[in-house]
RNA sequence: GAGGCUGUAGCUCAGUCGGUAGAGCAACGGACUUUUAAUCCGUAGGUCAUGGGUUCGAGUCCCAUCAGCCUCACCA
């Protein structure tokens, strides 16, 4: 397969022309070039003839990789795409010369090459590129997919992402457009006082959620490391530090399994507003997501991509799967409390009730505190059921301790969370800034839970950082790799992460195994 | 971690009852200066995921292993 295309470099290499390419500048995106249509101009023949009027359009330059190829005797027939769009290209034996047809005739699909021309239509009125000079961008050694199907199989996808972003409609536009939310989110936060921080991946204590922490080693120090599990606990030491409106946008690591809503790694944003609460996140979090739909529909690069995308909307109505996710503002808000009684109809404070059900949901309640059983049935009954947007808000506060309780029940939690069909996309507090009731529910372990399971880590750092005074804030986390899946339609978290996890390939070099795409050299 | 489905040419996929491995695209040679999934003639391309087993004979049946997908478990 490959000798075929190795064979082709040497002739290119025979005329004189560097297979592999150099700087080539000056070129239009193919998006802007198909947008300069309407300066083609039709010329009427001089014998009034309309078959023998003859065009005149701009001279563009274009860079591209070559994803379609017609030859036609003395006429080759592309199509050369870019991140933009896709436009076709002429190269005529008689207009481009003898040694430049030449090497046309090397072209293969995959190819990258640059073509300077005048862009008129076609007979049947297609916009091409007539080509007056041939530039040699690439050589492409292995075999592209299937021109027209692309890439079907999942495995495939995910391992040759760069294939995939070539070939499968939608996938490049998807991707671009997670870019615009996450920069619109950044842009949202700016203009609101924020600023960005950058805190550390290794932590000796990984704390700041319940979840089970990747182990690593320091070779120096001798001392084993976490990579971190949440952003949280030193963005608070910087509301200490008088940091008043602060952020962090990064990737955090869980040693959990993973499925169509988990992956090992994930981009967690968390947000503090200092002398702010859970409501003042409430209102943020509606601000951040309404912007965000607007920003992924506009702006140059998903505009015309691959001249198939949808035009901008402005509505706040999206699709999902055969549903739909209504994002108008203000979202509903309704307590814990409310939706546990509307969603099992029993009452909130019916702990004989509520452990009942549990076990009639196979759920070990004995000896759990009551807030953890109808924390079980909670999670069972009612979240799958969210369609939302909807703030859940006002948490038990024994599930709660990183939060503040309310001044009018301890027994309440400032909390809110945001569910978008089932899934959980936002997760905020009023933070809790007594050291001494932090100290207490770090020590103090949940009722039945082990500790790698309890979010309350002991983190006598942090708790001295609390006694120097913090001030009281509102506090927000956003899951960014699940809220791009919601405004772009992707059923998959594996769909908006470039690289998800994979298991390894034993064998890339070509014996054996499915992925073997490129033979080794 | 458990169960189910899947793995055949570079890609997308057929392969019936166990009896010599198939197509389209891609590739190679040839024809063609307005094609649009170009067309036409010809050629070549395979460790049927891997390893065992049953059988006169296995892509097909059985077992194990590897990988992907789905469901469950795990999972603020």
């Known amino acids: 397969m490959e000798a075929a295309r190795r064979e082709k470099l040497r002739k290119i290499s025979e005329l004189g022309v560097d297979p592999w390419g150099s700087r080539f500048d000056g070129h239009q995106r193919i998006g802007d070039i198909r947008a300069r249509e309407n300066e083609i101009k039709v010329v009427p023949a001089t014998d009034g003839d309309p078959a023998h009027a003859e065009q005149t359009g701009p001279k563009v330059r274009a860079a591209g990789r070559i994803v379609l190829r017609r030859p036609s005797g003395k006429v080759h027939w592309l199509q050369i795409r870019d991140w933009s769009g896709t436009v076709q290209v002429m190269i005529g034996k008689a207009q481009v010369g003898d040694e430049r047809f030449a090497l046309a005739q090397c072209f293969d699909l995959g190819d990258i090459v640059g073509i300077d021309g005048e862009l008129r239509r076609t007979r049947t009125g297609e916009i091409t590129i007539f080509a007056e000079k041939l530039t040699f961008l690439s050589k492409s050694l292995a075999t592209p997919p299937e021109k027209h199907k692309g890439l079907a199989d999942p495995e495939l996808r995910q391992r040759m992402r760069y294939l995939d972003l070539i070939h499968t409609d939608g996938v490049l536009d998807r991707f671009l457009r997670r870019t615009k939310i996450v920069q619109s989110i950044r842009n949202t936060l700016g203009a609101r006082g924020f600023v960005e921080v950058e805190g550390p991946t290794l932590h000796a204590i990984a704390g700041g959620a319940a979840a089970r922490p990747f182990i690593t080693h320091h070779n120096a120090l001798d001392i084993d490391l976490y990579l ?6 030193h963005l608070k030491r910087l509301l200490v530090g008088g940091v008043e409106r602060v952020y962090e ?10 499925d169509a809503r988990h992956n090992p790694e994930f981009t967690m944003l968390e947000v503090y507003q200092a002398y702010g609460n859970y409501e003042t996140m409430m209102d943020l979090t509606e601000a ?10 506009r702006g140059p690069l998903s505009e ?6 949808t035009a901008p909307q402005p509505s706040l109505i999206l699709p999902w799967g055969d549903k739909q996710i209504d994002f108008t503002p203000p979202f509903a808000r309704k307590t814990y409390d409310e939706l546990f009684t509307e969603h099992t109809g029993l009452a909130a404070d019916d702990v004989e009730g509520i452990r009942k059900l549990a076990e009639q949901l196979e759920f070990n309640a004995a000896g759990k505190h009551p807030d953890v059983v109808k924390s079980f049935v909670f999670e069972e009954k009612v979240e799958d059921a969210l369609v939302g947007p909807i703030f859940v808000t006002d948490y038990p506060a024994s599930i709660c301790p990183l939060t503040k309780r309310k001044t009018t029940n301890p027994a309440v939690a400032e909390r809110f969370e945001l569910f978008i069909h089932g899934m959980e996309v936002a997760n905020a507090y009023t933070e809790l800034n007594d050291p001494d009731l932090q100290e207490a529910l770090f020590t103090k372990q949940l009722d039945g839970l082990p500790e790698e399971e309890s979010m309350a880590k002991m983190d006598h750092d942090f708790i001295r950082a609390l006694r120097h005074g913090m001030p009281p804030a509102g506090g927000l986390g956003i ?9 772009t339609n992707s059923q998959s ?3 908006v992460i470039l690289f998800p996890l994979l298991r390894p390939e034993t064998d890339v070099t070509g014996e054996g195994g499915k992925a073997k795409p490129e033979e080794a050299e």
Do not use: C, K, P, T
């Open 288 to 297: 951040a997501i309404v912007e965000a739909i607007a920003a992924m529909n």
């Open 304 to 309: 015309g991509h691959r001249g198939d995308s």
């Open 479 to 487: 899951g960014i790799d699940r809220l791009v899946m919601l405004l």
């Open 249 to 258: 946008l990064g990737r955090v690591y869980r040693n959990e399994g993973f």
């Open 228 to 233: 971190r599990i949440a952003l949280e606990l």
């Open 493 to 495: 978290i594996r769909d």
